[in-house]
């Protein structure tokens, strides 16, 4: 089994770094830190063939797991962090960042999940007891998290400036920003805090089965159809978030890849989410699209409202495979695998116009240590979900 090219991306302690450093003019190489999130999803991708990366990813997100409260960096006990930095990005340093070190950031409301579906995935049992505070205390805090927020994961809001606002995978300082990151209601509003995106309740989803694999009889499993039951009653085929009094914010999407990669919607939840992935407004000869081509919010380049993450089309691959829905499934895998053969490298995220045209986007970084995942467990059809779901 061929191994991925990691060159730029592999730290000296074995996780990978989100994104590489500037490849040459026009290539921002913004992400190059250890990120909860993004080092756990490749860390899945690539499991098959570097385990290793996921043991070192474990280890190092474990040893800097949230042990206190701090409102400025979002840390709580048992949280796993968004982001670490020896100093603050500079973007945030420039909105009024107010500290200027030690850039510990807990702002990722899909982290802590994401570990505890990695470490059940990897299986090692040796690794399982020597992190058993790290999973336990995980486990806690998304307990905490659903029973605080009525049975669902919401954003924590951050009012620091340059922080963020929006806290899924969609995250964003500022969603009316031109560059089209995180969620808006399809009219250009943005949603009322705390949200509840439908990519976090995904995994979430998958975490509680973890839990359950990894402490049997203790209550997990219940937790996990609570959480499934909830999600297909509240969560249709075009609802991406839901504000706190429970009005939808409107928009078909990738996230519905999310939910059936996952496992997370009940049998006819999930026969009407792939129904509607599968339509041509969403699914596209590239891959997948973060926004549907018919909301008024679609733009081809914006960062989450239109573009395609070969990350999150990944994902989406596995959910559509997983409820039977090969040929199309067989679409995006070929897509996203055509689409980095046309563009180059490892690109964060590229663009699908209207008309069905593949183009770049300029914000993306050129090297991207998910992107990398992606193609490798694509080639090599791993979706990821041998025990996720």
Request: aromatic residues 8%.
């Amino acid at each position: 089994m061929t191994g991925p090219d990691l060159d730029g991306l592999e730290s000296d302690d074995g996780w990978l770094y989100a994104s590489s450093l500037p490849l040459g003019a026009g290539d921002p190489g913004r992400f190059h830190a250890l990120f909860g999130r993004d080092s756990l999803i490749s860390s899945l991708q690539l499991l098959p063939v570097r385990p290793d990366i996921a043991r070192a990813t474990l280890r190092a997100l474990a040893r800097r797991q949230g042990r206190r409260v701090n409102e400025v960096m979002l840390e709580e006990p048992g949280k796993i962090g968004h982001e670490f930095r020896l100093e603050p990005p500079r973007n945030l340093i420039n909105a009024g960042w107010p500290e200027r070190s030690n850039f510990n950031y807990f702002a990722s409301a899909d982290a802590t999940a994401w570990f505890l579906v990695l470490l059940a995935s990897l299986g090692d049992r040796a690794l399982c007891h020597e992190l058993a505070a790290a999973w336990r205390s995980g486990g806690a805090w998304i307990a905490r998290e659903l029973d605080r927020s009525g049975g669902l994961i919401r954003h924590a809001r951050s009012t620091v400036p340059g922080g963020l606002v929006q806290q899924g995978w969609r995250d964003s300082q500022d969603p009316q920003d031109p560059g089209g990151g995180g969620i808006l209601h399809p009219g250009g509003r943005v949603p009322e805090q705390r949200l509840a995106d439908a990519d976090t309740q995904a995994v979430t989803y998958s975490a509680l089965r973890a839990l359950d694999r990894l402490e049997p009889r203790s209550g997990w499993d219940e937790r996990a159809a609570s959480l499934r039951a909830r999600i297909s009653s509240e969560f249709g085929p075009d609802v991406m978030a839901l504000e706190p009094d429970g009005a939808e914010v409107c928009g078909a999407g990738s996230q519905l890849g999310w939910l059936l990669w996952a496992g997370a919607l009940e049998p006819a939840a999930s026969a009407s989410a792939a129904e509607r992935l599968c339509r041509a407004d969403v699914l596209t000869q590239f891959g997948l699209r973060t926004l549907s081509s018919d909301s008024p919010a679609f733009d081809p380049q914006a960062y989450h409202r239109g573009s395609i993450w070969p990350f999150d089309s990944w994902i989406g691959w596995g959910g559509l495979g997983a409820c039977g829905r090969e040929a199309e499934a067989e679409q995006v895998r070929a897509g996203v695998l055509a689409a980095l053969e046309q563009l180059g490298d490892a690109p964060e995220l590229y663009a699908v116009t209207r008309a069905g045209e593949l183009e770049p986007i300029a914000l993306s970084n050129r090297r991207q240590a998910w992107t990398v995942g992606a193609r490798w467990a694509l080639e090599n059809r791993w979706d990821g979900r041998a025990y996720a779901a």
